[in-house]
């Protein structure tokens, strides 16, 4: 069984050092880089598992290269950066990181955020209750799990992997009404405790490109103290 592949990038070198111990501690393979368009040349020549990426880098942000990555790949992105407010986070995660952590942080905390952010993804990827519906349709709305693509009317949307994770949810179960707490737990795999304004940024995205925000009978339906549903 080949070992995961965790890729470092980050133009600290000291940091990058840092977390490729405490990586390789749990068995993992870690590559380290120090630039953005050099995170770009390895993910696109060999198979990477995970990623940690700084977003203050030379030659490409961080925020630039997750917009590359996403055109192609699911695998989860954590973002460790020295910008710390609700902003920045909130930004990375509609670009779509799956996770956000300021420096100074603890490389014990990093290495269980990693560890989470994995088992969730493998989990969603080859154990899914839901993937014995290949193909969800609703009037003009196809949702294909297999594939992980959204179409509508004929016109293929883009959507983060979180923003799919939660259309998925909902519209495999219409009209059941799911709380933010429960969304979070589903979708980022772990315990929920300030995740509320992550999941309505999504939410609010998600509509967005769906151009539910537009209709007055809106896909997804918010249910006032409660939740959301899918209104299917």
């Given at each position: 069984m080949k070992p995961i592949s965790i890729l470092i990038a980050?133009?600290?070198?000291?940091?990058?050092?840092?977390?490729?111990?405490?990586?390789?501690?749990?068995?993992?393979?870690?590559?380290?880089?120090?630039?953005?368009?050099?995170?770009?040349?390895?993910?696109?020549?060999q198979p990477i598992d995970l990623l940690v990426l700084d977003i203050m880098m030379p030659k490409m942000d961080g925020y630039e290269v997750t917009r590359h990555v996403r055109q192609q790949h699911n695998m989860p992105i954590i973002f460790?950066?020295?910008?710390?407010s609700d902003f920045d986070k909130v930004q990375g995660l509609v670009i779509?990181?799956?996770d956000y952590m300021t420096k100074p942080f603890a490389p014990i905390e990093l290495v269980a955020r990693v560890n989470a952010q994995?088992?969730?993804?493998?989990?969603l990827n080859h154990q899914l209750p839901i993937e014995d519906h290949a193909s969800l349709e609703f009037g003009g709305l196809v949702i294909s799990s297999e594939q992980r693509t959204v179409m509508?009317?004929?016109e293929k949307i883009d959507l983060t992997p979180k923003?799919?994770?939660?259309?998925?949810?909902?519209?495999s179960n219409p009209k059941k009404v799911y709380s933010v707490?429960?969304?979070?737990?589903?979708?980022?795999?772990?315990?929920?405790?300030?995740?509320?304004?992550?999941v309505m940024v999504h939410i609010r995205t998600l509509?967005?490109?769906?151009?539910?925000?537009?209709k007055k009978d809106k896909l997804i339906k918010t249910v006032w103290g409660v939740g959301y549903a899918f209104n299917g």
């Open positions: 980050d133009d600290e070198e000291e940091i990058a050092d840092l977390i490729a111990i405490h990586l390789e501690k749990e068995g993992y393979k870690v590559i380290k880089v120090l630039d953005g368009e050099k995170a770009i040349e390895v993910i696109q020549t460790l950066s020295a910008k710390t779509g990181a799956d994995l088992r969730r993804f493998m989990k509508l009317y004929g923003e799919f994770d939660i259309l998925l949810l909902l519209a707490e429960n969304i979070f737990q589903h979708v980022w795999g772990e315990a929920y405790f300030e995740g509320a304004n992550t509509r967005k490109k769906l151009k539910d925000d537009q």
